[in-house]
């Protein structure tokens, strides 16, 4: 045995080390020592695969752990969206989730589920059709399918459908519900819709629709002070449910509270900044206001790019009008007074416009259509309120409300009657007269067609 190496002291003397270092006889053979070096490196070496492969198992479960849990997260904010109907925020979610990850069988069907709460047909039809053929499925397919008939009223027995959609394994009032009061409404069937709503109450206090539609049903019914109460508390409750803030915005509309108004529409527009039916309304109020050189920036872009309603166009004809402005007024007007030549709104407008501009002929002409009209439009209030209460209940008053609104002051509005005529009898030609005016005149040549198609097969016209 050899101890340590010697040290020197301060004085100088020499003393051994406190650590000796041992060694045996095979430290001092060669040949051994040279096996126990490759030894090591053969350890170190193994010890280095193992780790390698340690560290390729945990990668790919890292990455796959992060992006499962990217789309769980994702998958949260898609149904949280849903739920609160905030569709455009749902649709741009699923399309971020298919760009990372490709287009899926579920992705398609929260596409068709996004479509149908807006009402896109054609995109519904499209995205359940994609939604078959990737495996998801059918039987939840064909219940968003039937979700759809039920919403827009196209079953044949009302009461047989939602008896079938309740049935359905699990039933999801949050999904089934809005079908079934919008479809009961769309019908006219106030009273089961009530019922279903007191129903929705009792089995599902924690929802935001049975404020939303109660307030809804006020609003058709003139009492804007009732509405306003019920969807204030919606909105107080269900901040993030965001069809409220537009029924709101109609409740202090009809309050004439437009500063109330303008911020419930800048919600909603959050949400739904291409909805030009809140735009336009939103136009409105900011016209309440005095905002008008809002209005010109928030219009004038639609009016360039060919997006802009009738109603945006009637709002920033009023502007011009109140400036002076003949010119502006006829250059906006005329192409929409070409279309729909009996609109009472916008007969009196060019009328005064081309008074202003000196151009009598043109002045006389449209305030005789406008006179002509005053009668049909001062009637509405009064055929309106008697619909909405039950007193009238066949198509012919159905059709006379939606004939007035088409030609003389909503088309929107016009169209909905229409339908609702159809709804309680699909042979009523009138009604489907129409229809053919409003396609053809708004660019729907096929849609046109098929009523045509329909009246010249009840005439025995080939």
């Given amino acids: 045995m050899a101890r340590g190496r010697s040290k020197s002291n301060t004085s100088g003397s020499v003393e051994a080390s406190n650590f000796p270092i041992l060694l045996t006889l095979d430290d001092l053979d060669p040949k051994v020592a040279q096996e126990k070096q490759a030894q090591s490196k053969s350890n170190s070496r193994w010890s280095s ?98 979700l759809r008939e039920i919403q827009v009223g196209a079953v044949p027995n009302m009461d047989t459908a939602v008896a079938q959609v309740m049935a359905t394994a699990d039933p999801d009032l949050a999904e089934i519900g809005p079908a079934v009061v919008y479809g009961r409404l769309g019908k006219l069937e106030f009273d089961k819709a009530d019922a279903f709503l007191k129903f929705w109450s009792d089995n599902d206090p924690n929802t935001p629709w049975v404020d939303f539609f109660r307030g809804m049903l006020s609003l ?55 909805d030009l039916d809140a735009i336009g309304v939103l136009g409105t109020a900011l016209v309440n206001l005095d905002r008008v050189d809002q209005v010109t920036q928030l219009i004038e872009p639609l009016i360039e790019s060919g997006k802009a309603t009738i109603d945006m166009r009637l709002v920033l004809a009023r502007i011009y009008n109140s400036k002076s402005d003949p010119k502006k007024v006829v250059d906006i007007l005329s192409s929409v007074a070409a279309l729909w030549p009996e609109d009472v709104r916008i007969a009196n407008l060019l009328s005064q416009a081309h008074q202003a501009l000196g151009n009598t002929a043109e002045s006389d002409r449209f305030a005789k259509v406008a006179e002509a009209g005053q009668a049909d439009v001062q009637s509405i209030d009064g055929r309106l309120a008697r619909l909405l209460s039950g007193t009238d209940r066949q198509a012919q008053q159905h059709y006379e409300l939606g004939h007035i609104l088409l030609h003389k002051q909503s088309r929107e509005d016009g169209l909905y009657w229409l339908n609702l005529a159809l709804s309680i009898d699909e042979t009523f030609l009138p009604a489907h007269e129409d229809m053919v005016i409003y396609f053809n005149r708004t660019n729907k040549p096929e849609l046109a067609a098929r009523h045509q198609r329909y009246i010249n097969l009840r005439r025995g016209v080939q």
């Avoid at 492969?53 to 992060?66: E, N, R």
């Avoid at 495996?135 to 968003?144: F, S, V, W």
């Avoid at 449910?241 to 108004?261: G, I, K, N, T």
Wanted: a positive charge; hydrophobic letters at 40%.
């Fill in 220 to 274: 058709s019914g003139r009492d804007a002070e009732k509405a306003t109460e019920l969807l204030e508390r919606c909105a107080r409750t269900y901040p993030e449910f965001v069809p409220v803030y537009r029924q709101l915005a109609s409740a202090y509309m009809q309050s004439r509270d437009s500063e109330r108004a303008v911020l419930a529409l800048e919600r909603f527009l959050k949400s739904n900044p291409e």
């Fill in 49 to 146: 695969i193992r780790l390698a492969i340690l560290v390729a198992i945990l990668i790919p479960l890292a990455i796959f752990g992060y992006f499962r849990n990217r789309h769980t997260t994702s998958m949260q904010r898609i149904q949280k969206s849903l739920a609160m109907w905030d569709d455009p925020s749902a649709l741009r979610e699923i399309k971020t989730l298919e760009k990372n990850g490709g287009l899926s069988g579920e992705s398609a069907f929260l596409r068709a589920r996004a479509y149908r709460h807006m009402g896109d047909d054609v995109a519904f039809s499209q995205f359940a059709g994609i939604a078959k053929q990737l495996g998801y499925p059918e039987e939840k397919i064909a219940t968003e399918r039937l």
